[in-house]
């Protein structure tokens, strides 16, 4: 399984842009990318997933590194709402399994 | 569209007592998951069915058995519940099939205490 290294956690200002950062250097050519996002006292919900290219939805942006060893989920304004636990998971070799870490706790600042 | 059922929704069991956890989905999706979490912690998958008929164990199995019941249902029973089942166990389901870019779609969870 590719190995994820992401940060305990990050700070923001409300209506700021927001850069989590997420390592997975053992990940595999196939791998997608994925992001959840587990709001408190809620079960994970989806956020965004990519495998080469930048993707964009309306919730975030996804960057992926050239090499792939890395990418950035990023949230263009955040807000009160985005106070979350996000997770950062590249999904493909293990096939059906999804396996999550411990991810970067969100705290969004009014 | 109901998403992921997951029943019931708290649940308080006596050492040694049994329960089912049910999960259903109304999505047509082929894969189902059972994950639990700790007080602080990540997501741990308990088991995952990749199809009707078929079961595998995931990171943390011992302690529990399931059921893919039909495409729509996947059921976890814990047949002698100990105070270190006590967590919060997550159903999701997902599309599935290779390469393997489906989300994955979580039910509300259901909160269980082991006394």
């Known amino acids: 399984d590719a190995k994820t290294t992401q940060p305990n956690s990050m700070e923001s200002n409300e209506e700021e842009p927001v850069h989590l950062p997420c390592n997975h250097s053992?990940?595999?050519?196939?791998?997608?990318i994925h992001w959840y996002r587990q709001l408190p006292s809620q079960g994970p919900e989806y956020v965004i997933h990519g495998l080469t290219s930048n993707v964009n939805n309306r919730m975030a942006s996804l960057a992926i590194a050239e090499d792939r060893k890395s990418s950035t989920l990023i949230l263009h304004r955040a807000t009160l709402r985005d106070a979350a636990v996000y997770y950062c998971?590249?999904?493909?070799?293990?096939?059906?399994?999804?396996?999550f870490g411990t991810g970067t706790s969100l705290t969004v600042i009014p | 569209n109901a998403g992921v059922t997951q029943t019931p929704k708290f649940q308080v069991l006596k050492t040694g007592q049994s329960m089912t956890l049910q999960c259903a989905q109304d999505m047509n999706h082929n894969s189902m998951y059972w994950y639990r979490q700790d007080p602080g912690m990540g997501l741990r998958l308990i088991y995952y069915?990749?199809?009707?008929?078929?079961?595998d164990k995931g990171e943390v199995p011992n302690g529990y058995n399931v059921s893919r019941l039909n495409k729509r249902e996947f059921s976890l029973r814990l047949e002698s519940a100990a105070p270190s089942q006590t967590s919060v166990y997550f159903c999701?389901?997902?599309?599935?099939?290779?390469?393997?870019?489906?989300?994955?779609?979580f039910g509300n969870g259901t909160r269980l205490t082991v006394t």
């Open positions: 999701a389901s997902s599309e599935e099939g290779f390469p393997y870019n489906s989300p994955l779609h």
């Open positions: 069915s990749a199809s009707e008929g078929t079961t």
């Open positions: 053992t990940i595999s050519g196939t791998d997608y």
């Open positions: 998971i590249p999904r493909g070799s293990t096939g059906n399994q999804f396996y």
